[in-house]
């Protein structure tokens, strides 16, 4: 009950085109869901969070969308850019929780 | 510092020897965090501190492994007796905020080779 589930493991997407990642959780009291970037050799960081009391939240070219019944939220990247290219985790926590529980990641390549 | 710093950022080493990896979080960031990475994978909690104490130790791989922390603030990953699948990338986060408010602010990690 404590996984977050992440797919794809990787994913190729041409420049300018939209990338979809896609993650579920199982415990209905996680209530803080955050993605995190993380380029080769540098640690993870934070992209955009979300609250279930919205159903998408929107920065730039990075938007989440949220399903609550459904207990999914995914990144959508617009206008894909080689810069994009990195991976991308997944993760969740619940009210007071000082852990994040994380996804497993996604290799995203955007080709020229 | 501006941010989460790391040393040594390469560490080779050979099996059976003791390493210390290093953190200084942000100044005044009271949440700090250890986590492994292997190679294209993802990220193993080893450990939390809230100040100078560790309230879960759960993710730390086996007794091999320990960690202190000391005036709030740096942090010292302590690996005896080290094996191959030790090799990994070990990572400092930081948080200011305790509880999922908290954006966590990694360092670039300490990459541990053992041969």
């Known amino acids: 009950q404590q996984q977050v589930k992440q797919s794809p493991q990787s994913l190729i997407v041409q420049k300018g085109g939209i990338s979809i990642i896609n993650c579920a959780y199982e415990?209905?009291?996680?209530?803080?869901f955050p993605w995190y970037q993380q380029f080769p050799g540098k640690g993870p960081a934070l992209l955009i969070a979300?609250?279930?009391d919205v159903s998408e939240k929107k920065e730039g070219r990075f938007t989440i969308s949220f399903n609550k019944s459904a207990k999914q939220f995914s990144l959508h990247i617009m206008d894909s850019q080689p810069g994009d290219s990195a991976t991308y985790f997944c993760?969740?926590?619940?009210?007071?929780?000082?852990?994040?529980?994380w996804g497993a990641g996604t290799k995203l390549i955007i080709k020229p | 510092g501006a941010g989460v710093s790391q040393s040594p950022s390469n560490k080779v080493t050979e099996k059976g020897k003791d390493v210390e990896l290093r953190c200084d979080p942000i100044s005044g960031h009271t949440a700090l965090y250890w986590y492994r990475q292997s190679l294209g994978q993802g990220l193993e909690f080893l450990i939390y501190?809230?100040?100078?104490?560790?309230?879960?130790k759960s993710g730390l791989p086996s007794d091999r492994f320990s960690a202190e922390r000391t005036g709030g603030s740096v942090s010292t990953l302590t690996i005896q007796r080290t094996q191959q699948e030790d090799s990994a990338v070990y990572l400092c986060a930081s948080s200011l905020l305790v509880g999922n408010t908290g954006e966590l602010f990694f360092g670039e990690g300490s990459r541990l080779t053992v041969l």
């Open positions: 415990n209905t009291a996680f209530d803080y």
């Open positions: 993760a969740a926590t619940g009210r007071s929780n000082y852990q994040l529980i």
């Open positions: 979300i609250r279930p």
């Open positions: 501190f809230q100040g100078n104490s560790a309230p879960d």
